[in-house]
């Protein structure tokens, strides 16, 4: 059964139209993960939460925001997505300071 | 800034051959993991190493962490067609264990 589930796998986009992704766990897991992975690339780190804090990488654009309403669910949002922004899209949990990240499968996102 | 790299970018392998594959960094991380990725899937973890010079063998897979704990290697015996996919090493960022940062990966293919 999957345990950390994103929604959708695929989306596609317009250039600038803001658009929603979503990642659900029944892991019952306090730290949530955000990574976007380009082709060929390290996944890399956006923001994680922690409980309900809130942690950005310094490099993260301002057009990416995230929302954790509870603990199951984690919400990015890109609000005005560019043509750089095509990615696969990678959400993880992780139970407190235990080593192992559980991924999603991702949602590989196009912008035209 | 730490930074992790892996070598070879891509390799292609015939089924029953060895391999080995690096991840070097000159950064020291406190543990170090290695995630396999499948095409269209998130990664899944294979191992965490945490001391230095530790070996650690799952079934065909050893996994050696350097003894500065700046390096690891993975060495596949008799690869296999499954074996095929993107291997990512990630390395802890901090003591705590929050966050991880992960290399680009190797790109395995076994040829049947």
């Known amino acids: 059964d999957a345990m950390v589930i994103q929604n959708p796998r695929y989306q596609v986009t317009q250039f600038g139209k803001p658009v929603t992704l979503s990642c659900s766990q029944t892991?019952?897991?306090?730290?949530m993960y955000w990574y976007q992975q380009k082709s060929s690339q390290a996944p890399k780190l956006l923001f994680h939460?922690?409980?309900?804090?809130?942690?950005n990488e310094a490099d993260t654009p301002d057009n990416f925001q995230s929302r954790r309403p509870n603990t199951s669910f984690c919400f990015l949002d890109i609000r005005s997505p560019g043509l750089g922004d095509a990615a696969m899209y990678l959400c993880?949990?992780?139970?407190?300071?235990?080593?192992?990240?559980?991924f999603g499968s991702g949602t590989q996102l196009s912008v035209l | 800034t730490q930074l992790l790299e892996q070598s070879p970018q891509f390799l292609s392998i015939q089924e029953g051959e060895n391999l080995t594959v690096y991840c070097n960094s000159s950064?020291?991380?406190?543990?170090l993991q290695w995630y396999r990725q499948e095409p269209g899937e998130g990664p899944v973890l294979l191992v965490t190493?945490?001391?230095?010079?530790e070996v650690k063998k799952l079934k065909r897979l050893t996994f050696q962490f350097g003894d500065a704990r700046k390096d690891s290697s993975l060495h596949i015996t008799a690869a296999q067609p499954g074996d095929t996919g993107l291997y990512l090493c990630?390395?802890?960022?901090?003591?705590?264990?929050?966050?991880?940062?992960f290399g680009p990966g190797t790109r395995l293919s076994v040829l049947p």
């Open positions: 993880a949990t992780r139970r407190g300071t235990e080593e192992k990240l559980f």
């Open positions: 892991l019952n897991h306090n730290v």
């Open positions: 939460y922690y409980d309900k804090d809130f942690n």
């Open positions: 950064s020291v991380f406190s543990s």
């Open positions: 190493v945490v001391t230095g010079g």
């Open positions: 990630a390395g802890a960022r901090d003591n705590y264990g929050q966050n991880f940062v």
